[in-house]
């Protein structure tokens, strides 16, 4: 006898509740290290599960918040979340939460790096010394990023413009375009996906 959609539906979401639940068909997990520390990051478990923090707020005043394009400019590659975890997980270059401190001090995605985006609009003896940590050479006064590693940044979600202004502060220091990336789903839809969240170290 077949059963029912609702039947096979409730079904699948005890055999879920009993088991682990997958990122996606067969991924579990995914482990990455950052800090001396490894972390494993997968999807909460725990049916009727609801965000109760500030990513629950459904409503944001804009100005500031608008609500971001898909893309952040033609040339910088936009990425979900199994593009994150591909990322992370096989160390692709430098991922790097954009947003302010005060954001980030309260959860953040393992293995991300704070750099404020705001670092980036102004000249600064930090952002030289960040320039250079992603291969750029700066020479009579301008920069060399023919050696640049890849990034990805993220912020707060679909509503958030930090990473996006980072980004295009960046172009017009002339970073590459294709070494950009853009998560711009953010903390909002990594946490709606019930996905592993850390305090930073330190940070409580």
């Known amino acids: 006898m077949k059963l029912s959609y609702f039947a096979a539906f409730a079904i699948s979401t005890v055999l879920a509740s009993a088991n682990h639940v997958d990122i996606t068909a067969g991924l579990s997990y995914v482990k990455v290290k950052a800090n001396g520390k490894t972390y494993k990051i997968e999807r909460v478990s725990t049916p009727n599960t609801y965000l109760t923090n500030t990513y629950a707020l459904t409503s944001r005043p804009s100005p500031p918040f608008f609500v971001q394009p898909f893309t952040v400019t033609e ?54 010394k960040v320039l250079k940590s992603f291969g750029g050479v700066k020479k009579k006064g301008k920069w060399n990023f023919s050696r640049a590693k890849t990034i990805l940044l993220y912020c707060n979600g679909a509503w958030c413009g930090q990473s996006p202004t980072a980004i295009h502060a960046l172009i017009k220091l002339g970073y590459p375009k294709d070494k950009m990336k853009y998560y711009r789903g953010g903390m909002q839809s990594w946490q709606l996906l019930g996905l592993t969240t850390i305090v930073p170290k330190g940070k409580k």
């Open 75 to 128: 040339g910088v590659e936009t990425y979900g979340e199994l593009e994150l975890l591909d990322f992370i997980s096989k160390n692709r270059g430098v991922f790097i939460d954009a947003r302010l401190p005060n954001w980030y001090k309260k959860s953040a995605i393992p293995s991300a790096v704070n750099i404020p985006f705001k670092l980036f609009l102004s000249p600064s003896k930090k952002l030289n």
